[in-house]
């Protein structure tokens, strides 16, 4: 039997890069080797203010983004957390065995309560987070390491609930994803590439055109040397665009350095922008051409399925705290 993997995204806007490499390329290889549950997280995105005229159309871009970086609604299932109120129900259950102390204590809690200010949506977020795990008695969760606090309340839910009221959910295991954990901002690349950085040039979208790519590319903040080497120490900059080039050329850094490494910033980072470029148009010509008609049918057919497995799910849930025989 394949293995079970879940993993969601929320629906905001300025998808970039980042996104693709650290999730939604892993997402397309992990439909190989296991079977693939993936969520737009439309009711985790509630908890930070947000317009609720734009979230229609972050949802549906969202989705239609998940799909044209390649994952195949025919391998996985692809649906959105609020069509499936079963996670909602679930959530409930699983925070009355929450302790208050541990969310409190959660780093994104206290960063976005600071910055977002607090409501009960953003404390009990990870009891959410949860639920849409186990719902689906999922194996393994592929995340970035911002994402492990969360995943321990998991598993200590999965172990409370367990001893509480019998065996029901598998422990799942976090798997990091194999290549591109951290891709950095093109404009400062000590830390991460954003969708929130105020600077558009620091990130390179998924929408963005072949145009815009070469001119963020070529304004990338490297260093006042000019040798090509990979080096995060000394080069940060150059070793960001190094990262990108092979990603998305499919080379290994160590032959784009022979190659570059005396040719001077100009030319390699033309040579990087051809690449990226390569790899980001199939992706936004895809994006472009998904109707919304299109995209809602397949998040419903997706949907359909998820409600059936996790009303089955919840039937087996219900009868163990006593809520039916
Ligand atoms: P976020 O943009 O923070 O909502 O993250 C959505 C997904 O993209 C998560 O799986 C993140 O781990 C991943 N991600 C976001 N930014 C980056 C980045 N700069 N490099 C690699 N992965 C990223
Ligand atoms: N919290 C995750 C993030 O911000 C999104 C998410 C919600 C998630 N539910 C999930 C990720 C379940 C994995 C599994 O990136």
């Known amino acids: 039997m394949k293995k079970r993997v879940f993993s969601g995204v929320q629906p905001t806007g300025n998808v970039h890069v980042g996104n693709y490499i650290g999730a939604f390329q892993n997402w397309v290889r992990m439909q190989d080797t296991y079977e693939t549950i993936y969520c737009v997280v439309d009711l985790h995105a509630m908890t930070v203010p947000y317009e609720p005229a734009d979230f229609m159309r972050q949802r549906l871009d969202m989705a239609k983004m998940i799909v044209a970086s390649g994952v195949d609604p025919h391998r996985s299932l692809l649906y959105f957390q609020s069509d499936v109120p079963q996670h909602a129900e679930l959530a409930w259950i699983l925070s009355t065995i929450t302790g208050i102390g541990q969310l409190e204590r959660m780093t994104q809690y206290k960063e976005k309560s600071d910055r977002a200010g607090q409501n009960l949506g953003l404390l009990s977020y990870p009891v959410l987070m949860a639920a849409d795990i186990v719902i689906h008695k999922v194996h393994a969760v592929p995340v970035g390491d911002d994402q492990t606090q969360h995943l321990e309340l998991t598993r200590d839910l999965v172990e409370r609930f367990n001893s509480r009221f019998g065996d029901e959910f598998p422990l799942p295991e976090r798997i990091t994803p194999e290549i591109g954990a951290r891709v950095m901002s093109l404009q400062d690349p000590t830390s991460k590439m954003s969708k929130s950085d105020p600077s558009p ?117 219900r009868r163990k705290v006593g809520l039916s025989a």
């Open 201 to 317: 040039a620091s990130r390179i979208l998924l929408t963005d055109s072949d145009d815009d790519i070469r001119k963020k590319i070529k304004s990338a903040v490297t260093d006042s040397d000019r040798y090509v080497r990979y080096d995060w120490d000394e080069k940060p900059g150059v070793s960001n665009l190094l990262e990108l080039f092979s990603v998305f050329s499919g080379r290994p850094i160590s032959d784009l350095v022979g190659e570059y490494e005396d040719a001077g910033y100009g030319a390699f980072k033309a040579a990087a922008a051809e690449a990226v470029v390569s790899g980001v148009a199939p992706i936004r010509d895809r994006f472009e051409s998904i109707g919304d008609d299109e995209i809602l049918a397949i998040m419903d057919q997706g949907a359909a399925t998820a409600r059936e497995r996790a009303e089955a799910e919840m039937t087996s849930v």
